[in-house]
């Protein structure tokens, strides 16, 4: 079997390089955290994520419609829509969010990671709706850079539950 991925050498030489460049990686990352005193302290949420229902007076295929036409005003793009199932996904929007739409844990110095400006974050909305309701849920990701270093520290981030009642009164003006 050959190895169509490999640019130059057997496929044992290939594992080799990887398996010496996460060696060399590794001790890098070891060097960094035992030299540096600038890494944060972090403490993630302790929040249990969830997804908010909201009650409307629609059936599931007129939910489903404003809620695309919602979503879309919103700047999100579409990734996947089945009126038939009542399922709704975005792509991740990027784009700078205010502390109070979720619990990301607690930075050293700055507080909710999402209060700094070093943090980039995603979000992603996911709709499944029944007659008379839809459960709303959000996703967010969020990146802390970390002072000093070209590194991110990865956050964990709990919604709470703002984007939703957002996304839900928008649905509401468009039904």
Do not use: Q
């Not at 908010?52 to 829509?81: L, N």
């Amino acid at each position: 079997m050959s190895d169509t991925n490999n640019a130059g050498g057997s496929p044992a030489r290939h594992r080799i390089r990887l398996a010496t460049l996460a060696a060399a990686a590794s001790l890098g990352l070891v060097a960094c955290a035992s030299t540096d005193s600038t890494l944060p302290s972090y403490s993630p949420s302790t929040e249990v994520p969830g997804s908010y229902t909201h009650e409307f007076d629609a059936t599931r295929d007129e939910i489903m419609t404003a809620a695309k036409r919602a979503i879309v005003s919103r700047g999100y793009s579409v990734a996947d829509w089945d009126p038939g199932s009542g399922t709704l996904t975005t792509h991740a929007i990027r784009r700078r969010l205010e502390p109070e739409v979720a619990d990301c844990g607690t930075l050293e110095g700055v507080g909710n990671g999402l209060a700094s400006d070093r943090t980039k974050s995603r979000l992603y909305v996911g709709i499944v709706a029944r007659d008379g309701a839809a459960a709303i849920h959000a996703t967010i990701e969020a990146e802390y850079r970390i002072p000093g270093l070209m590194d991110y520290l990865a956050l964990d981030c709990v919604s709470s539950g703002v984007v939703e009642a957002r996304v839900a009164e928008a649905i509401r003006a468009e039904l």
